[in-house]
């Protein structure tokens, strides 16, 4: 069974940094891209970064650029976003999401499993 | 950027009945679209991709058509699990990776 368990969020005043962890189990970590996606609670869903099953191909929502790095670990099946000079229009439920594809751009492809997300609040 | 606009924002649907909802994108995308369902409190479940094709594990009373720039996705006959919000999102141009602003099925 797929499971992608978010950690790391919570209160941050403005400019401060955090970094989001998700622990992925149940696949095969290394074969698959991996994204963040974000959503106001009550609102859409905003795509947020990608990065390839290699971390050889990274993509951010122009939002985010400069302030956000997307990584991961395939060793410990791990998958990061640090934030930094975060703003209070960050405040948003972070999702981990997997790809159906290594690349994470196979137009053919979609993001077939959502972790439960972690809440990330931006305040002063 | 690709813009997707959803609609109608909300329907109002009785049990039993058929849904349809509307994609329509800024751009032709192929059948490059993707359909989610999103209940309350719960992360978005892929329902449809590439316009046509269920995901693992998904009735066969949801289904998706339409290429080029109008996508519809189809509730046959609504079960009580079926309200819920709908989102669809473009694979086609990125980044960004676009998502519509969704379609919210209520009980009528």
């Known amino acids: 069974e797929v499971q992608l368990v978010e950690s790391g969020g919570g209160l941050v005043q403005p400019g401060r940094s955090l970094r989001l962890s998700c622990a992925a189990s149940?696949?095969?970590?290394?074969?698959?891209?991996m994204h963040w996606v974000r959503q106001v609670p009550g609102k859409g869903l905003e795509w947020v970064s990608r990065?390839?099953?290699?971390?050889?191909?990274?993509d951010y929502v122009d939002s985010v650029k400069g302030r956000f790095t997307i990584s991961r670990d395939n060793g410990r099946n791990f998958l990061y976003l640090q934030m930094s000079s975060l703003r209070e229009e960050d405040t948003a439920l972070y999702y981990c999401?997997?790809?159906?594809?290594?690349?994470?751009?196979?137009?053919?492809?979609?993001?077939?499993?959502w972790g439960q997300g972690t809440m990330v609040i931006v305040s002063s | 950027e690709v813009v997707l606009t959803q609609s109608p924002a909300i329907v109002s649907v009785s049990p039993g009945e058929r849904a349809t909802l509307s994609c329509r994108t800024s751009?032709?995308?192929?059948?490059?679209l993707a359909w989610y369902q999103q209940k309350p409190g719960q992360a978005p479940r892929l329902l449809i991709y590439?316009?046509?094709n269920r995901a693992t594990g998904i009735p066969a009373r949801f289904s998706g058509s339409g290429s080029g720039t109008d996508f519809t996705l189809t509730i046959s006959s609504l079960e009580p699990e079926d309200f819920a919000v709908y989102f669809c999102?473009?694979?086609?141009?990125?980044?960004?990776?676009?998502f519509g602003g969704g379609t919210k099925v209520e009980i009528k």
């Open positions: 990065i390839s099953w290699n971390s050889g191909s990274i």
């Open positions: 751009q032709n995308i192929n059948t490059y």
């Open positions: 149940g696949f095969s970590f290394d074969d698959y891209a």
């Open positions: 590439d316009a046509s």
């Open positions: 999401v997997k790809d159906m594809d290594g690349s994470g751009i196979n137009p053919h492809d979609a993001f077939d499993f």
């Open positions: 999102q473009q694979r086609y141009l990125w980044p960004p990776n676009t």
